[in-house]
């Protein structure tokens, strides 16, 4: 099995990244405009990239400010089973970021894609978390 893992620091306070990362409003910001989320335990997250199917994410764990844990419930064949974790912890106003996309089978062309834009999320996530405005899947030029 691979995983995919990054680390970016955000000029932020722990608080506000995590609403980013949990909130419907935040990822809409973030990640993609086309989405259905809720910062609940079980809820079946679903997110829409313009590629003729949902990703849905079951939120398998939330600790605020600390710790977010989705569970790829259907997507590309390639996602189905993975989890995409994201680790947060503050220090003097500045937020560290983990993020990891775990248990993929094996390394491909489209694990390397994604491993490719999970760090341009993180690059959104803190360009939304320090300046207000952030790059979705939408507003991307690839």
């Given amino acids: 099995m691979a995983d995919i893992e990054h680390i970016n620091y955000i000029k ?9 990362l ?15 989320v809720k910062p ?9 990239f313009d590629d003729g199917y949902a990703t849905k994410m079951k939120v398998e764990h ?7 844990v989705w569970k790829c419930v259907e997507s590309d064949p390639e996602w189905v089973g993975t989890s995409v974790i994201f680790d947060l912890t503050e220090k003097d106003g500045v937020t560290a970021v983990v993020l990891k996309h775990t248990d993929w089978r094996k390394v491909t062309e489209f ?7 999970w760090g341009m999320f993180l690059l959104s996530l803190k360009e ?3 300046d207000g405005k952030g790059l979705p899947f ?5």
Avoid at 12 to 20: D, G, K, L, Q
Wanted: aromatic residues 16%; negative net charge; charged residues 25%.
């Fill in 111 to 117: 694990y390397r894609w994604c491993n490719y834009n």
């Fill in 22 to 36: 949990a909130t419907e409003k935040g990822l809409s910001e973030v990640w993609t405009q086309k989405l259905n």
């Fill in 128 to 130: 939304y978390c320090e």
């Fill in 62 to 68: 939330l600790t605020e400010h600390s710790k977010i």
């Fill in 138 to 142: 939408q507003e991307r030029k690839f």
């Fill in 12 to 20: 932020a306070p722990v608080s506000e990244v995590y609403t980013a």
């Fill in 40 to 48: 609940e335990v079980g809820y079946i997250n679903e997110f829409d």
